[in-house]
């Protein structure tokens, strides 16, 4: 089943890079955590296809695991959780953002201080 699970992820990641090598999107700004207009795509496109490619054959080698041995296994899952470390990365990094998503990062960046804030500003 974990197999077929991998193989179906790098369908999707397969989908999504050549997406990108396109200039185009399928999944990244899908849900409305993350919005295309506070960044630049462009700059985004082309750090992100590179990562996708990255995590397609990661997961096409771990679909086809029993060949990989424990070991081999163990490393695709650490490059993988690499990767995934690097897409965080490129939407927490403020050369990736535009003017909107700069300004919305400085205001949840406030919040979060407020927040903190709150018990001492009640004493």
């Known amino acids: 089943m974990g197999d077929m699970l991998f193989f179906l992820m790098a369908c999707l990641g397969l989908a999504e890079t050549v997406d990108l090598f396109m200039g185009k999107d399928f999944i990244i700004f899908f849900g409305s955590q993350v919005e295309e207009k506070d960044y630049d795509t462009k700059k985004v496109f082309a750090v992100e296809k ?3 490619a990255a995590d397609t054959i990661g997961c096409f080698l771990l679909s086809k695991g029993a060949f990989l041995g424990f070991a081999g296994q163990m490393t695709v899952i650490v490059l993988l959780l690499l990767t995934l470390a ?3 990365w490129v939407f927490n990094n403020e050369k990736f953002m535009t003017e909107s998503g700069l300004l919305k ?3 949840k960046k406030e919040a979060r201080i407020a927040w903190r804030n709150r018990k ?3 004493k």
């Open 86 to 88: 690097a897409h965080g």
């Open 120 to 122: 001492k500003d009640k």
């Open 50 to 52: 590179w990562l996708f």
């Open 105 to 107: 990062k400085q205001r």
